[in-house]
Antibody, heavy 118, light 110 residues
Framework: EVQLVESGGGLVQPGGSMRLSCAVS????????MHWVRQVPGKGLVWVSR????????TYADSVKGRFTISRDNAKNTLYLQMNSLRAEDTAVYYC????????????WGKGTAVTVS | QSALTQPASVSGSPGQSITISCTGT?????????VSWYQQHPGIAPKLMIY???ERPSGVSNRFSGSKSGNTASLTISGLQAEDEADYYC??????????FGGGTKLTVL
């Protein structure tokens, strides 16, 4: 069974840093692009970042560019999101999602991890 | 990276059909056949319902269908059922290796 499990969320002060992890199982991480998507409770989904299969190509939403870094360790089957200079508006549930066809759609999602900046 | 435009809410009675629109621009929806749709029930992660405008993943009911005309994509749900009540989000490739989501539509089954 394909599974994505996020971890690392919690409470952090404005200006602080946090690293989210997404452990995957049931498929070979190295064959899929991956995305991070966030959602403020009660609000809509917002795309945050994408990484290609070998981690060389990464892209970000304008709102997090220069502050967030997406990375992956295919050997450890884990995706990461390093978040620096956090702001109150970064408060959200963060989901990792698989893009199995490397075609900008997310076919499997994790359950999310909540980040509160306060 | 402006969000795609969706109606805030739609509703329908069981058995009816409803359509949710998703309007973008010539820089996203209008330029690429890379529109996807997600269903999200409260407190649960989103689920992929449609990809590449009109393709259904394995396991998704054929009551769900997608289409696109110009800068507007649409999700149609036929034979509405109570379990279809959820939030629905569209997404599109937006160029420069980025994605954009719509604001979401709350579907109420009357």
């Amino acid at each position: 069974e394909v599974q994505l499990v996020e971890s690392g969320g919690g409470l952090v002060q404005p200006g602080g840093s946090m690293r989210l992890s997404c452990a995957v199982s049931g498929f070979t991480l190295s064959s899929s692009w991956m995305h991070w998507v966030r959602q403020v409770p009660g609000k809509g989904l917002v795309w945050v970042s994408r990484i290609n299969t070998d981690g060389i190509s990464t892209t970000y939403a304008d709102s997090v560019k220069g502050r967030f870094t997406i990375s992956r360790d295919n050997a450890k089957n884990t995706l990461y999101l390093q978040m620096n200079s956090l702001r109150a508006e970064d408060t959200a549930v963060y989901y990792c999602a698989r893009d199995v066809k490397n075609n900008y759609y997310m076919d499997v999602w994790g359950k999310g991890t909540a980040v509160t900046v306060s | 990276q402006s969000a795609l435009t969706q109606p805030a809410s739609v509703s329908g009675s069981p058995g009816q059909s409803i359509t949710i629109s998703c309007t973008g621009t010539s820089s996203d929806v209008g330029s690429y056949n890379l529109v996807s749709w997600y269903q999200q029930h409260p407190g649960i992660a989103p689920k992929l319902m449609i990809y590449e405008v009109n393709e259904r993943p394995s396991g998704v009911s054929n009551r769900f269908s997608g289409s696109k005309s110009g800068n507007t994509a649409s999700l149609t749900i036929s034979g509405l059922q109570a379990e279809d009540e959820a939030d629905y989000y569209c997404s599109s490739y937006a160029g420069s290796s980025t994605c954009v989501f719509g604001g979401g539509t709350k579907l109420t089954v009357l």
